[in-house]
């Protein structure tokens, strides 16, 4: 006899909860008759397992994350307290991680390798807070020294540390760097909160977890008021085994110290030499398994009353929707996203419904795919266009006796409208910096032009610049052809440019309509004429680069210790979160500040500017790009000196 699709249906479900219905009920009855014990135990262990896994995930994630971010921080910045700002911050972004050190190896290449702190990188906002003690911090380091003992490549330990006022942390060590032979030269040690650790050991089956080290100490505990951070577990009996080194796994019945009788099972984490425990009072995981049994028998009843509804309701209407949509879906799997299914004649019932989602949901995946390949296509683009600017700026300062020039950009957006190049030809010093009107990649466009016109006439002058003069103008007429191509007559670029005749003081520029570079003189400062110590290097000029400039020199003479500030207008324009506007007596005041601490050296002065910036506009964007570059005179022999 040949039964319909929907006969089959019927007769199918009936069948399926038949057997579920029955099988619940065998295996509820067979609990609590002839293997209750070894359920509740089975269940145990696999709590274990379940708690194993994720602690080790974890725990490799939090790895992966220090030893990112020390690869990040050694590769992205030049200077240690630039590492380890960086370090910091992100460090505030993690809510698991309370701080960050490197060990180095001091041992001769003959003797077992000792690490020795290096640095160390903590949560300031904790300081700040309350919640980490420096002062405690610095006194783990000295009375738990890190000495490791490498067994091989790749394997990391663990320590569990007592501060006050915090409680406890975890301090894990993880592998850094590498000589030939394998052995570690450098290692990262990361302590995690105890508390965030603790987080992973819930378990919804109702067993309460423990991780231990390898000497039976508790490192998180799900139940810390049976089972504290800290205490030493070693005779335990269930532990007998692990402790041992005799099974990586096992589960039995224990007695706790307090006399209460438990179901326990550990589980080797394979980490660290970490091990996972879950485990639940008897008397509970009696109580659960009798609510499961009770439970287990009214499902059953319900769902063999439903399933003797459903197989009288169930018909042939329900057959030929699902056939149509199985073969749409199997035609939208082939990348046939045409593919639609007829919804006429269902109404508004449930198929109809569905039929109607299916369709829709058809149609959105065919325009996700493209937008999806859209996208990826533009952000690599950004991306490429964002490395290959980079090369537009200086790779290096400058650090002469004669002078000393630092730069420092905050772009508004992937590709940035400012730019900024200097040349050392030998006693001449060429700047120049430039501002686009607008960001992005059109503006990124023309700093690329404006680089390669740079570029050329640097080139064409590498055995000296004999008419500083004449080559400006030769600079700002290639400029203006270059810029004017690129922008198209849609975008300018305000410029300056100055060559700096570094034995003498002289100083020879031109301005396109750009802001003057400050002119803060040494000699001012020091007789106490802080107010009448600024000037401008070069007067402001127009029009812009583009708009038919023509080159307008000035001259000025630079004295010893005279600092020089170039700037673009996203520095001036920026505003606080109320919209106020960055104050010129503020930025003067704090100019004077850095310079009277920091003089000379202009890679602090510069960086310090820039804080104060992104502390100001108290946003992690701003509207225009912004470019600092700080240069200072040294010793000149010309009429200035």
């Known amino acids: 006899m040949v039964l319909s699709i929907g006969r089959k249906i019927n007769l199918l479900l009936v069948t399926m909860l038949l057997l579920t219905g029955g099988g619940i009920i065998l295996t509820a009855t067979d609990l609590f008759t002839s293997d209750l014990s070894h359920l509740i135990s ?22 992966s994350r ?21 370090i910091e911050e992100s460090l505030k972004r993690d809510p698991q991680l309370a701080s960050l050190a490197l060990y180095a190896n001091e041992s001769p290449s003959d003797q077992p390798p000792r690490f020795r702190p290096r640095w160390r990188a903590i949560r300031r906002d904790l300081v700040a807070q ?18 490791f003992e490498v067994a091989r490549k790749g394997e990391a330990s663990f320590r569990l540390a007592s501060l006050q006022p915090v409680g406890l942390v975890i301090r894990m060590a993880i592998p850094f760097l590498w ?33 231990v080290d390898g000497k039976g100490q508790v490192l998180g505990s799900a139940d810390p008021l049976s089972f504290p951070p800290g205490e030493d577990l070693s005779d335990l009996p269930l532990l007998a085994p692990l402790l041992a080194g005799r099974a990586p796994a096992m589960q039995r019945e224990f007695t706790d110290r307090s006399g209460l009788r438990r179901i326990g099972a550990f589980q080797k984490v394979g980490f660290g030499g970490l091990a996972a425990i879950a485990q639940v009072p008897f008397d509970h995981a009696e109580r659960a398994m009798r609510e499961l049994y009770l439970r287990s028998l009214f499902l059953a009843g319900a769902l063999l009353s439903l399933a003797l509804l459903i197989s ?7 057959s030929d929707p699902l056939r149509a949509l199985s073969a749409a879906a199997d035609r939208i799997a082939t990348g046939d996203f045409a593919a639609r299914v007829s919804i006429r004649g269902r109404g508004r019932d449930e198929l109809g419904l569905l039929g109607t989602s299916f369709n829709t949901m058809a149609g959105k995946i065919g325009e996700l795919i493209q937008q999806t390949a859209q996208k990826a296509r533009m952000e690599k683009e950004l991306e490429t266009a964002r490395i290959v600017q980079r090369r537009f700026f200086p790779g290096e300062d400058l650090a002469t006796p004669r002078f000393r020039l630092a ?7 992937e590709c940035g409208g400012d730019w900024w190049h200097y040349a050392k030809l030998g006693d001449h010093l060429i700047v120049a910096m430039g501002d686009v009107t607008g960001h992005g990649v059109s503006a990124a466009l023309v700093t690329a032009a404006a680089h390669a016109a740079f570029s050329l006439c640097v080139e064409r002058v590498r055995d000296g610049i004999a008419d ?17 191509a690129a922008g198209a007559g849609q975008a300018g670029m305000t410029l300056v440019a100055s060559v700096i005749d570094t034995g003498s003081g002289r100083a020879v520029s031109f301005n396109a309509a750009h802001r003057p570079p400050l002119l803060l003189r040494a000699r001012a400062c020091a007789a106490g004429g802080a107010d009448k110590a600024f000037g401008t290097l070069v007067p402001a000029g127009g029009p812009g680069m583009g708009e038919g400039y023509s080159a307008t020199l000035s001259e000025t003479w630079l004295e010893p210790g005279d600092l020089v500030l170039w700037y673009t207008d996203g520095l001036v324009e920026c505003t606080d979160p109320t919209g106020r506007p960055l104050s010129k007596v503020e930025f003067r005041s704090r100019l004077l500040e850095l310079v009277s601490r920091d003089s000379g050296d202009v890679r602090k002065i510069c960086d310090a500017l820039m804080a104060g910036v992104r502390e100001f506009t108290g946003r992690a964007e701003v509207e225009d790009d912004i470019t600092i570059v700080v240069g200072q005179v040294g010793q000149v022999s010309g009429p200035g000196a």
């Not at 309350?130 to 000495?147: I, Q």
């Not at 500083?468 to 004017?484: C, K, N, S």
């Open 66 to 86: 220090a030893f990112t971010l020390g690869m990040a921080s050694l590769q992205e910045f030049r200077y240690p307290a630039d590492r380890l700002q960086f």
């Open 179 to 211: 000589k030939a032979k394998g052995e570690f030269t450098e290692v990262l040690v990361v302590e995690m909160r105890q508390d965030a650790f603790s987080a992973l050991l819930e378990d919804s089956t109702g067993y309460a977890g423990l991780i």
């Open 42 to 63: 089975k269940g145990a262990l696999d709590a274990a397992a379940m708690l194993s896994s994720r602690a080790r995930s974890e725990l490799r994630h939090v790895a």
């Open 468 to 484: 500083p003069e004449a080559w400006l103008r030769g600079l700002a007429r290639e400029l203006e052809v270059a810029i004017r």
């Open 312 to 318: 009288f309701l169930l018909s042939r209407a329900i």
């Open 130 to 147: 309350g919640a980490l003690s420096s002062r405690s911090l610095e006194a783990f380091d000295r009375e738990f020294p890190v000495d």
């Open 407 to 413: 730069g420092s950009l905050l772009p508004a957006s």
